[in-house]
């Protein structure tokens, strides 16, 4: 079965292509600026011009054309309307003109299914740290249930909100880490960690306050140590609630070599294993949901044109998972 998936929750046009497990191909286009952070309609914008172009990268990737697809998948829900439209429209206008069925599927799950398709990880502990959302999550009772969650912002917005204050662009994530190989003097700031729950928000201001005293490098590795031990503390607590060993890492924050490391010091302490699938799977893509289509094809769920309203607010546990 070959299925086509469209990405487009937020920043990243993305289309990926799979063959059953084998990935043909998983293209994308970002949003990106100088300085700012994201406009919703310059991003929606972004996407429609992109569109045409992504796919055919894709299809001449994979070496295949429209009628070889069996199925489209595309990211329903959660993120930003304005872009969630475009992914969602370009994936019913295929659909019909190539009469090719179509399933719309969780941004969030397909971040976590693609730690199957990527790593050993059977039933981990997924700890997702995306640029919205920011959760800590396990499948228990035919559900993703979340354990562990952001209060305010999810920890990617943080790092672009700082990178945003300090004027380097978006996204910003990859430029504080550059920063922040470049200083290892600790600046005490907020730990904000309630019960299972994190929160971002008062850290910011807190940076926002620091940033004419002390240099942008310092705060980058301060931000970094942490907010990444806020994540992992409560990662650690659900392993040890569960009772699993693996823990799974997503989203695109989870690129950050220093978040890589941590996670495998805090596993290997409590003789467990950390998972990481690479990068281009790590950040928004397209192959991910193509896989999260195929595995949810296959468990036998379809659905109508009329089923595939976008969802912005769709949350990780709204998910009924019928395909494990
Ligand atoms: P996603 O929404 O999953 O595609 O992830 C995008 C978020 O990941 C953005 O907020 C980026 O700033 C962040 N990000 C990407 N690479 C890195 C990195 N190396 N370190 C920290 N954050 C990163
Ligand atoms: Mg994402």
């Known amino acids: 079965m070959i299925v086509l998936g469209i990405e487009s929750t937020a920043h990243t046009f993305g289309v990926g292509i799979i063959e059953d497990r084998n990935v043909l191909a998983n293209v994308k286009d970002a949003y990106t600026t100088e300085s700012g952070g994201i406009i919703p309609s310059a991003a929606a914008d972004h996407h429609v011009n992109a569109c045409k172009q992504v796919l055919n990268d894709g299809l001449k990737k994979a070496g295949i054309s429209m009628k070889d697809i069996d199925l489209i998948a595309f990211s329903q829900g959660p993120g930003i309307g304005n872009t969630l439209e475009v ?18 599927v969780n941004h969030c799950v397909a971040h976590l299914e693609v730690g199957n398709l990527c790593t050993d990880a059977k039933d981990p502990v997924l700890l997702y740290c995306s640029g919205a959302n920011t959760q800590v999550i396990a499948f228990e009772g035919g559900r993703y249930r979340v354990f562990g969650e952001t209060l305010d912002i999810g920890i990617g917005n943080f790092l672009d909100s700082v990178a945003r204050e300090m004027g380097l662009g978006f996204p910003g994530g990859p430029k504080i880490y550059e920063l922040s190989l470049k200083s290892k003097n600790y600046i005490e700031l907020p730990y904000v960690v309630k019960g299972m729950d994190v929160s971002f928000g008062g850290i910011f201001t807190n940076v926002k306050s620091k940033l004419q005293k002390h240099s942008k490098e310092d705060l980058a590795y301060s931000i970094q140590e942490t907010v990444f031990a806020m994540m992992l503390e409560v990662a650690e607590r659900a392993m040890a609630h569960c009772n699993k060993s693996k823990l799974l890492l997503g989203g695109g924050v989870a690129c950050n070599k ?5 996670a495998h010091k805090m596993c290997k302490q409590r003789e467990g294993t950390c998972f990481i699938p690479p990068s281009e799977f790590l950040l928004d893509n397209g192959g991910m949901i193509a896989w999260l289509g195929y595995i949810v094809a296959k468990a036998g ?15 990780t546990d709204d998910i009924d998972v019928n395909w494990r």
């Open 87 to 104: 992914g969602a429209v370009a994936a019913r206008t295929l659909s019909i003109t190539y009469g090719i069925p179509i399933i719309g």
């Open 258 to 262: 220093r978040f890589q490391e941590m």
């Open 301 to 315: 769920n379809k659905m109508n044109i009329e089923d595939t309203s976008i969802r912005p607010y769709e949350r």
